[in-house]
């Protein structure tokens, strides 16, 4: 029986992917000035807000939709100005989103040559939530998908399609590929 489930895992994952690549409506937005090119189903809107990295407030930008259920959100925070490394930016945030909801997954993730952490949760108005956390070039880079209630579940799909989306400069400055001073995270 587990020799059957493997198999029949991979083909389910294989066309989901194949479906989320080709999902009608979905673009890629691409923001050279924030190093990032993600695909949304409509186009999203962009907010200034604050961030608060060791104690210290930072400037930060939301690019987000709200449709049929569902909040897809990258946040991109600049902590050029805050005393963090790259661990402790990546551990905090993934500790204060620990603090809303239920953790289902917490494991490592990467992008290209960037690594962070994935977080699932469950919220507990009943909403499921998938996000990724990297930091580089002094940024905090938060890209979420949340599943609204009620039936969140059946909408899981979409935001794992949406974080999986995310990608970084493809030819980014060489300083952006070189240890950040302090970083700690590893594949």
């Known amino acids: 029986m587990n020799r059957l489930k ?5 083909l389910l994952a294989g066309l989901c992917a194949a479906a989320c690549a080709t999902a009608p409506g ?3 937005y691409t923001y050279p000035q924030a190093g990032f090119t993600i695909q949304f189903p409509a186009p999203p809107r962009v907010s200034l807000t604050t961030y608060v990295a060791a104690g210290r407030r930072v400037p930060a930008t939301v690019w987000s939709l709200r449709q049929d259920g569902v909040v897809y959100a990258v946040q991109v925070a600049d902590l050029a100005g805050a005393p963090v490394t790259a661990s402790e930016a ?3 945030a993934i500790n204060t989103l620990r603090q809303t909801g239920q953790v289902i997954g917490d494991t490592t993730a990467h992008i290209e040559l960037r690594f962070g952490r994935a977080i699932s949760l469950a919220d507990r108005d009943g909403g499921r939530r998938a996000i990724q956390v990297f930091y580089f070039d002094h940024r905090l880079y938060t890209v979420s998908g949340r599943a609204l209630p ?5 909408r899981t799909g979409r935001i794992v ?3 999986d989306t995310m990608s970084f400069d ?3 400055p060489p300083a952006l590929l070189a240890p950040q001073a302090g970083a700690t995270l590893s594949p």
């Open 6 to 10: 493997v198999p029949l895992a991979v």
């Open 26 to 28: 979905w673009r890629d």
């Open 90 to 92: 990546v551990d905090g």
């Open 150 to 154: 009620p039936d969140a579940n059946a």
């Open 161 to 163: 399609r949406f974080v």
């Open 170 to 172: 493809v030819n980014p």
